[in-house]
């Protein structure tokens, strides 16, 4: 069973910085794609950003300029860089991974990732 595990959220100002990590439990999906979603309150789940197993990447229009996702293989560790943070990004969020090693067309869909972590909230005020 692979476990995804998610860490570095908490309480920033409008036009802060956090870090977000997952830690995957399976090397092997460590080098597939992966991704960070996230749901704000009253709202649907929402793709930001994703990463195939060559390590190219994808965003939202929403975070593209601010975000950025990375992976460390060695430490089977996905991260999400996030700058410039808006009170619209407040959230939880999630990461995920999934079966393929390249994106699929709807590389930023939920229905594309098979494995969730439990969440990380991320409050941003003004």
């Known amino acids: 069973v692979v476990r995804l595990a998610e860490s570095g959220g908490g309480s920033v100002q409008d036009g802060g910085s956090l870090r977000l990590s997952c830690t995957v439990s399976e090397y092997s999906y460590a080098s597939y794609c992966s991704g960070w979603f996230r749901q704000g309150a009253h709202k649907g789940l929402e793709g930001v950003a994703a990463?195939?197993?060559?390590?190219?990447?994808r965003y939202a229009d929403a975070v593209k300029g601010r975000f950025a996702i990375s992976r460390d293989n060695a430490k089977n560790t996905l991260y999400l860089q996030m700058a410039s943070l808006k009170p619209e990004d407040t959230a939880m969020y999630y990461c995920a991974a999934s079966p393929f090693r390249y994106f699929t067309p709807d590389y930023l869909s939920s229905s594309s990732f098979g494995y969730w972590g439990q969440g990380t909230q991320v409050t941003v005020s003004s």
């Open positions: 990463i195939d197993g060559d390590s190219k990447t």
